[in-house]
Every structure is written in structure tokens, then in C-alpha cells.
């Protein structure tokens, strides 16, 4: 396995890990929608050029070394009240500008899904028009990927990408959230959305709570899901590490990469 490694800037001394190692960085500063308004964003950008520079990362040269979370909070595609919507889409397009200024082009973002809320059908049919309405105006060099958080099951993230039809579009695989909220195994899941899969986070937990523990300190086996991604993925997949302490998981995924 050859492929680019990328650190959360929620982990533990992101920075100077990111730094010491050599890898990429994924910026989170965008998960909180505050950072996001008008008055706010110049120095939410200047402080994440300022955190690229202290990681040794040029974001004009080495635009792959780095990747923009979106924001999740109250993002919704299928709310049933149209004012969820427009401020999810609004919250959105000022994330992918921002991202833009930055000089990059990929974006992950959450699929907004919750059970007991949305019937999968038209959780489904929703978010296929809300994504695609996005995506309209963006350039063509601009992705995004697609991320699970309490989806329970495969199919539904793989209608949406292939009901959104667009190449710009696809799956981010939180393997710590399918370990949570769902009974079909990591592994499972990788195997049912490999081609449609251009980015993974990967952290650990108990198979109860989200802990986003290390990468060796849990019930999945990553070893597995390594395999796994080599098997199924396309060779451009990349990965996020998503370990709150995140200095093992780093020395273990660069042992196997």
C-alpha cells in the first residue's frame, strides 16, 4: 500500500506531527460553522495558512498535501424545512469558497442522515437533489467526498454518489463510525463501495461509542481494513487519521504504507 496519509488538526499536536513525519494535513477549522461567517473567515484562512506553514506544507506547490473538512453541524440535505436546507447549502458553498481561497479543491462533508428521523427513501431522494444543486456552480477540478456518520447501512451512501452521478463526487468512509452505528462489518462495507471510495478516516473505538481512539487500541482490525482498501479502492484512495492521540497510529500506518 502506496498512498497519501493526511493527520485531522483535532489529533493531539497535529502540527507537529504533521511536520515531523511528512504528511498531510486535514483541516477541521470549517467543522465549526462560526469560523464560516463573513466577519470571521479572513482570519479563519490566515490561520490556517499560518498552520500549513508551521506543518512545512506549501499550499501552492503541494495543493494533494492537504484537504478541508466541511461543516456538519445542522447540515441536513433532507430536512423537511426548506430553511434547514438553504442554511446547510449556505454554510456549504461558504466552506467550498474558502477552501478555494486556500487554493484547494477537495472538501469532505457529512451526509446529514438520521435514523428514526429520515426514512432512507427519501433521505435518499433529497440529498441526491441537495448535492447536486451543490455542486452546479462548482469548477471541475473541485470534489467532495461523501462521509458516514450514523449510517447504518452501505447501500444508501452508495445511492446517493451513484444518484448524484457526478465524478466529482465521492465516498469519504469513516471506518470508526460504521463500527458504531452499524451491524454489517467494516470490511463489508469497504468491499460494497470500494470503486466509489476516494478517502477513508480512519480511527478506532469499542464498537459502542465514537472515541476515535489509535489505530491499535480497538475492536477493528486494521490490519484488515488495510487489506481491504488495497483489494477494493481505487489506487488513489487517500487516508485521514482521525486518532485523538494520534503518534502511534501515525509510526503504525507508515510501517504499512
Known amino acids: 500500500m ?21 504528511i498531510g494535513i486535514e483541516y477541521n477549522q470549517f467543522c465549526i460553522s462560526k469560523w464560516l461567517d463573513e466577519d470571521a473567515m479572513d482570519g479563519t484562512l490566515e490561520r490556517m495558512r499560518k498552520q500549513a506553514v508551521k506543518c512545512g506544507i506549501d499550499l501552492e506547490e503541494d495543493r494533494e498535501k492537504a484537504i478541508v473538512h466541511g461543516p456538519f453541524c445542522e447540515i441536513a440535505p433532507a430536512s423537511f424545512d426548506h430553511l434547514f436546507r438553504e442554511l446547510a447549502m449556505k454554510r456549504l458553498d ?6 478555494m481561497k486556500l487554493g484547494l ?10 435514523p428514526q428521523i429520515f426514512y432512507p427513501e427519501w433521505h435518499i431522494k433529497e440529498s441526491i437533489g441537495f448535492w447536486q444543486s451543490f455542486l452546479r456552480d462548482k469548477p471541475d477540478d473541485f470534489n467532495v467526498y461523501l462521509e458516514n456518520v450514523m449510517d447504518e447501512e452501505p447501500e444508501m451512501l452508495s445511492e446517493i454518489v451513484v444518484g448524484v452521478d457526478d465524478p466529482r463526487m465521492r465516498i469519504c468512509l469513516d471506518v470508526g463510525h460504521v463500527n458504531v452505528c452499524s451491524d454489517t462489518g467494516v470490511v463489508r462495507w469497504i468491499e460494497k463501495l470500494g470503486p466509489l471510495i476516494g478517502h477513508f478516516h480512519l480511527h ?6 465514537d472515541l476515535h481512539a489509535p489505530l491499535t487500541e480497538g475492536a477493528i482490525d486494521m490490519d484488515e481494513v488495510l487489506r481491504a482498501i488495497d483489494d477494493f479502492c481505487p489506487e488513489d484512495a487517500t487516508l485521514t ?5 494520534c503518534h502511534e497510529s501515525i509510526r503504525w500506518l507508515l510501517d504499512r504504507t
Do not use: P, W
Open 2 to 22: 502506496t498512498r497519501q496519509i493526511y493527520l485531522s488538526t483535532f489529533s493531539h499536536m497535529a502540527t507537529r506531527e504533521i511536520s515531523s513525519y511528512g
Open 94 to 99: 461558504q466552506a467550498a469558497a474558502g477552501t
Open 204 to 209: 478506532n473505538n469499542d464498537g459502542k461509542n
Open 241 to 245: 487519521i482521525e486518532s485523538r492521540k
Open 105 to 114: 479543491r477537495r472538501m469532505v462533508v457529512h451526509t446529514g442522515y438520521v
